[in-house]
Protein backbone atom coordinates (compact mmCIF):
# COMPACT_ATOMS: atom_id res chain seq x y z
CA UNK A 1 0.00 0.00 0.00
CA UNK A 2 1.62 3.18 -1.35
CA UNK A 3 2.24 5.84 1.95
CA UNK A 4 0.19 8.65 0.76
CA UNK A 5 1.35 12.35 1.64
CA UNK A 6 -1.40 15.09 1.90
CA UNK A 7 0.26 18.51 -0.01
CA UNK A 8 3.77 16.84 0.15
CA UNK A 9 6.95 19.56 0.78
CA UNK A 10 10.29 19.15 -0.59
CA UNK A 11 11.28 17.75 2.86
CA UNK A 12 9.04 14.90 2.60
CA UNK A 13 11.48 13.39 -0.05
CA UNK A 14 15.01 14.52 1.84
CA UNK A 15 16.72 11.95 4.05
CA UNK A 16 18.16 12.86 7.22
CA UNK A 17 22.26 12.57 5.26
CA UNK A 18 23.12 15.85 4.75
CA UNK A 19 24.44 16.20 1.00
CA UNK A 20 28.50 15.96 1.48
CA UNK A 21 29.30 18.15 -1.91
CA UNK A 22 31.82 21.26 -1.69
CA UNK A 23 30.00 24.50 -1.20
CA UNK A 24 28.75 25.59 -4.72
CA UNK A 25 28.33 22.38 -6.35
CA UNK A 26 25.73 22.16 -9.16
CA UNK A 27 24.31 19.11 -8.05
CA UNK A 28 22.75 20.94 -4.81
CA UNK A 29 20.70 22.55 -7.60
CA UNK A 30 19.51 19.69 -8.81
CA UNK A 31 18.84 17.86 -5.82
CA UNK A 32 16.62 20.71 -5.01
CA UNK A 33 14.79 20.55 -8.52
CA UNK A 34 14.46 16.99 -7.74
CA UNK A 35 12.68 17.12 -4.59
CA UNK A 36 10.57 20.00 -6.17
CA UNK A 37 9.67 17.62 -9.27
CA UNK A 38 8.49 14.88 -6.81
CA UNK A 39 6.74 17.02 -4.71
CA UNK A 40 4.95 18.49 -7.33
CA UNK A 41 3.68 15.27 -8.42
CA UNK A 42 2.81 13.55 -5.09
CA UNK A 43 5.08 10.44 -5.91
CA UNK A 44 4.89 7.82 -2.97
CA UNK A 45 8.50 8.03 -1.53
CA UNK A 46 7.93 4.14 -1.18
CA UNK A 47 6.61 3.93 -5.14
CA UNK A 48 9.54 5.97 -6.28
CA UNK A 49 13.63 4.47 -6.57
CA UNK A 50 16.51 6.31 -7.60
CA UNK A 51 19.04 4.77 -9.15
CA UNK A 52 23.03 5.94 -9.41
CA UNK A 53 26.03 4.57 -10.68
CA UNK A 54 29.78 6.16 -8.93
CA UNK A 55 30.97 9.40 -8.96
CA UNK A 56 30.66 12.70 -6.57
CA UNK A 57 26.43 13.19 -8.23
CA UNK A 58 25.70 9.65 -8.03
CA UNK A 59 25.23 9.71 -4.05
CA UNK A 60 22.26 11.60 -4.46
CA UNK A 61 20.25 8.33 -3.43
CA UNK A 62 21.47 8.91 0.05
CA UNK A 63 19.90 12.37 0.19
CA UNK A 64 16.56 11.46 -0.85
CA UNK A 65 14.11 9.42 1.38
CA UNK A 66 12.35 7.77 -1.28
CA UNK A 67 14.21 4.02 -2.05
CA UNK A 68 17.86 4.40 -3.37
CA UNK A 69 20.02 1.74 -4.97
CA UNK A 70 23.61 3.11 -5.07
CA UNK A 71 25.09 0.15 -7.87
CA UNK A 72 28.34 0.43 -9.11
CA UNK A 73 30.54 2.69 -11.45
CA UNK A 74 28.76 2.90 -14.79
CA UNK A 75 25.81 0.39 -14.13
CA UNK A 76 22.82 2.50 -13.42
CA UNK A 77 20.84 1.85 -15.98
CA UNK A 78 20.82 -1.94 -15.96
CA UNK A 79 19.63 -2.00 -12.70
CA UNK A 80 17.21 0.93 -13.40
CA UNK A 81 15.71 -1.01 -16.42
CA UNK A 82 15.77 -4.75 -14.64
CA UNK A 83 13.80 -2.98 -11.68
CA UNK A 84 11.33 -0.97 -14.18
CA UNK A 85 10.89 -4.36 -16.37
CA UNK A 86 10.26 -6.54 -13.29
CA UNK A 87 7.99 -3.79 -11.00
CA UNK A 88 6.58 -1.57 -13.67
CA UNK A 89 4.13 0.26 -10.93
CA UNK A 90 7.72 1.87 -9.72
CA UNK A 91 8.60 5.06 -10.49
CA UNK A 92 12.24 4.94 -11.56
CA UNK A 93 14.72 7.33 -11.61
CA UNK A 94 18.27 7.14 -12.74
CA UNK A 95 20.98 9.70 -11.83
CA UNK A 96 24.78 10.53 -12.40
CA UNK A 97 27.46 12.21 -13.73
CA UNK A 98 29.33 12.64 -16.84
CA UNK A 99 31.77 10.34 -16.64
CA UNK A 100 29.32 7.42 -15.23
CA UNK A 101 27.25 7.73 -17.97
CA UNK A 102 29.36 8.93 -21.15
CA UNK A 103 32.69 6.92 -20.04
CA UNK A 104 32.13 3.37 -18.47
CA UNK A 105 28.82 3.73 -18.59
CA UNK A 106 28.02 4.55 -22.25
CA UNK A 107 27.67 1.24 -23.89
CA UNK A 108 24.55 0.52 -21.82
CA UNK A 109 23.31 4.57 -22.64
CA UNK A 110 23.09 3.25 -26.18
CA UNK A 111 21.29 0.01 -25.73
CA UNK A 112 18.94 1.79 -22.54
CA UNK A 113 17.71 4.65 -25.13
CA UNK A 114 16.88 2.27 -27.72
CA UNK A 115 14.87 0.46 -25.72
CA UNK A 116 13.06 3.26 -24.68
CA UNK A 117 12.06 1.30 -20.91
CA UNK A 118 9.94 3.98 -19.37
CA UNK A 119 12.31 5.59 -16.56
CA UNK A 120 14.35 8.96 -16.11
CA UNK A 121 17.55 9.59 -16.73
CA UNK A 122 19.26 12.97 -14.89
CA UNK A 123 22.72 13.31 -16.40
CA UNK A 124 24.60 16.18 -13.80
CA UNK A 125 27.18 17.21 -16.65
CA UNK A 126 30.56 19.52 -15.08
CA UNK A 127 32.66 18.33 -18.12
CA UNK A 128 35.11 16.70 -15.81
CA UNK A 129 35.63 14.05 -13.50
CA UNK A 130 35.55 15.19 -10.23
CA UNK A 131 35.55 12.49 -7.42
CA UNK A 132 38.67 11.41 -8.73
CA UNK A 133 40.23 15.29 -8.62
CA UNK A 134 39.67 16.59 -12.08
CA UNK A 135 40.84 14.76 -15.15
CA UNK A 136 38.96 15.61 -18.24
CA UNK A 137 35.51 13.35 -19.23
CA UNK A 138 33.66 12.85 -22.27
CA UNK A 139 32.14 16.09 -22.42
CA UNK A 140 35.24 18.14 -21.47
CA UNK A 141 35.90 20.60 -24.00
CA UNK A 142 38.68 19.77 -26.70
CA UNK A 143 41.86 21.79 -25.82
CA UNK A 144 40.83 21.48 -22.00
CA UNK A 145 44.17 21.36 -19.55
CA UNK A 146 44.13 19.29 -17.12
CA UNK A 147 46.34 17.31 -14.82
CA UNK A 148 45.33 14.26 -16.77
CA UNK A 149 45.76 16.49 -20.51
CA UNK A 150 48.79 19.03 -19.53
CA UNK A 151 49.35 19.52 -23.35
CA UNK A 152 45.35 19.90 -23.74
CA UNK A 153 42.30 17.32 -24.41
CA UNK A 154 43.19 16.44 -27.63
CA UNK A 155 39.79 14.29 -28.47
CA UNK A 156 36.34 15.84 -29.69
CA UNK A 157 33.79 17.03 -27.22
CA UNK A 158 30.88 14.47 -26.74
CA UNK A 159 27.24 15.91 -27.58
CA UNK A 160 25.00 14.04 -24.95
CA UNK A 161 21.88 15.74 -26.42
CA UNK A 162 22.85 14.84 -30.44
CA UNK A 163 23.70 11.67 -29.40
CA UNK A 164 20.34 10.75 -27.52
CA UNK A 165 18.38 12.14 -30.32
CA UNK A 166 19.95 9.92 -32.79
CA UNK A 167 19.28 6.76 -30.58
CA UNK A 168 15.63 7.97 -30.78
CA UNK A 169 15.08 8.78 -27.13
CA UNK A 170 11.42 9.65 -26.58
CA UNK A 171 11.93 12.45 -24.39
CA UNK A 172 15.31 14.99 -24.70
CA UNK A 173 15.23 17.71 -22.23
CA UNK A 174 18.79 20.42 -21.12
CA UNK A 175 18.20 21.83 -17.55
CA UNK A 176 20.53 24.22 -15.80
CA UNK A 177 21.54 23.63 -11.79
CA UNK A 178 21.14 27.34 -11.50
CA UNK A 179 18.05 27.25 -13.06
CA UNK A 180 16.54 24.66 -10.17
CA UNK A 181 12.88 25.82 -10.82
CA UNK A 182 13.42 25.77 -14.88
CA UNK A 183 14.80 22.23 -14.02
CA UNK A 184 12.37 20.86 -11.85
CA UNK A 185 9.44 21.19 -14.40
CA UNK A 186 11.44 19.00 -17.03
CA UNK A 187 12.63 16.44 -14.51
CA UNK A 188 8.39 16.52 -13.59
CA UNK A 189 7.96 16.31 -17.38
CA UNK A 190 10.07 13.68 -17.87
CA UNK A 191 8.74 11.26 -14.97
CA UNK A 192 5.30 11.97 -16.47
CA UNK A 193 6.70 10.98 -20.04
CA UNK A 194 5.82 7.52 -20.88
CA UNK A 195 9.35 6.02 -22.07
CA UNK A 196 12.72 6.54 -21.60
CA UNK A 197 13.19 10.17 -20.50
CA UNK A 198 16.72 12.17 -20.86
CA UNK A 199 17.37 14.92 -18.89
CA UNK A 200 20.79 16.66 -19.11
CA UNK A 201 21.36 18.79 -16.35
CA UNK A 202 24.54 21.13 -16.45
CA UNK A 203 25.93 21.07 -12.90
CA UNK A 204 29.32 23.22 -12.43
CA UNK A 205 31.81 22.41 -10.10
CA UNK A 206 33.52 24.82 -8.69
CA UNK A 207 36.48 22.57 -7.35
CA UNK A 208 37.73 21.07 -10.60
CA UNK A 209 36.27 23.01 -13.62
CA UNK A 210 34.35 26.54 -12.51
CA UNK A 211 32.19 26.75 -14.96
CA UNK A 212 29.19 28.86 -13.33
CA UNK A 213 30.20 32.53 -14.92
CA UNK A 214 30.10 31.53 -18.45
CA UNK A 215 27.21 28.96 -18.21
CA UNK A 216 25.25 31.19 -16.28
CA UNK A 217 25.88 34.03 -19.52
CA UNK A 218 26.42 31.08 -21.97
CA UNK A 219 23.05 29.19 -21.31
CA UNK A 220 19.91 30.49 -23.44
CA UNK A 221 16.34 28.96 -23.53
CA UNK A 222 14.84 26.98 -26.40
CA UNK A 223 13.34 30.02 -28.32
CA UNK A 224 8.87 29.10 -28.09
CA UNK A 225 8.45 28.81 -31.59
CA UNK A 226 10.56 25.38 -31.66
CA UNK A 227 8.25 22.61 -31.90
CA UNK A 228 9.17 19.51 -29.82
CA UNK A 229 7.80 16.95 -32.45
CA UNK A 230 10.68 18.26 -35.09
CA UNK A 231 13.33 16.39 -34.36
CA UNK A 232 15.50 17.42 -37.09
CA UNK A 233 15.31 21.22 -35.69
CA UNK A 234 15.40 19.50 -32.15
CA UNK A 235 19.32 18.31 -33.81
CA UNK A 236 20.01 21.60 -34.89
CA UNK A 237 19.70 23.49 -31.61
CA UNK A 238 21.68 20.21 -30.00
CA UNK A 239 24.71 21.27 -32.16
CA UNK A 240 24.49 24.94 -30.55
CA UNK A 241 27.37 24.38 -28.07
CA UNK A 242 28.85 28.01 -27.70
CA UNK A 243 25.01 28.54 -26.00
CA UNK A 244 23.64 25.95 -24.74
CA UNK A 245 20.29 25.65 -25.17
CA UNK A 246 18.11 25.06 -21.73
CA UNK A 247 14.15 23.46 -21.90
CA UNK A 248 12.57 20.78 -23.91
CA UNK A 249 14.19 19.51 -27.07
CA UNK A 250 12.17 16.63 -28.29
CA UNK A 251 8.77 14.55 -27.18
CA UNK A 252 7.47 11.70 -28.89
CA UNK A 253 5.06 8.93 -27.46
CA UNK A 254 5.61 5.54 -28.69
CA UNK A 255 4.85 1.95 -27.43
CA UNK A 256 7.39 1.26 -24.17
CA UNK A 257 9.36 -2.00 -24.09
CA UNK A 258 8.06 -2.43 -20.37
CA UNK A 259 4.02 -2.13 -21.88
CA UNK A 260 5.14 -4.37 -25.17
CA UNK A 261 6.92 -6.84 -22.05
CA UNK A 262 3.54 -6.99 -19.81
CA UNK A 263 1.29 -7.22 -22.75
CA UNK A 264 3.45 -10.37 -24.20
CA UNK A 265 3.59 -11.90 -20.50
CA UNK A 266 -0.81 -11.59 -20.65
CA UNK A 267 -0.72 -13.17 -23.76
CA UNK A 268 1.13 -16.29 -23.00
CA UNK A 269 -0.36 -16.41 -19.59
CA UNK A 270 -3.96 -16.68 -21.54
CA UNK A 271 -2.39 -19.23 -23.70
CA UNK A 272 -4.00 -22.87 -23.85
CA UNK A 273 -1.98 -25.40 -24.56
CA UNK A 274 -3.85 -28.11 -24.15
CA UNK A 275 -6.76 -26.17 -27.42
CA UNK A 276 -3.53 -26.05 -29.00
CA UNK A 277 -2.34 -29.40 -28.85
CA UNK A 278 -6.47 -30.50 -29.75
CA UNK A 279 -5.96 -28.24 -32.90
CA UNK A 280 -2.47 -28.85 -34.24
CA UNK A 281 -0.41 -31.90 -32.75
FE1 LIG B 1 30.82 18.83 -6.75
FE2 LIG B 1 33.18 19.01 -7.98
FE3 LIG B 1 33.10 18.94 -5.31
FE4 LIG B 1 32.51 16.77 -6.72
S1 LIG B 1 34.49 17.79 -6.65
S2 LIG B 1 31.36 17.56 -4.97
S3 LIG B 1 31.47 17.64 -8.53
S4 LIG B 1 32.25 20.54 -6.64
MG1 LIG C 1 31.69 14.77 -14.07
Known sequence: MAQVINNPTIKDYKSNVEPTWCPGCGDFGVLNATYRSLADLKMAPDETVVVSGIGCSSRFPHFMKPFGFHTVHGRALPVAQGLKMSRPDLTVVAVGGD??????????LLHAALRNIDITVVVMDNEIYGLTKGQTS?????????????????????????????????????GYSSKPKELAALIERG???KGFSFIHALSPCPTFYPTLKVWNTAVTPIPTEHDPSDKTSAMVLAMETE??????????????MDQAAAELSKQAKAFDIAEYMKRYA
Open 138 to 174: PTSPHGHVTKSTPYGLMASQFNPIATVLSLNVSFVAR
Open 243 to 256: KPFIGLFYQQERPT
Open 99 to 108: GDFFSIGAGH
Open 191 to 193: IQH
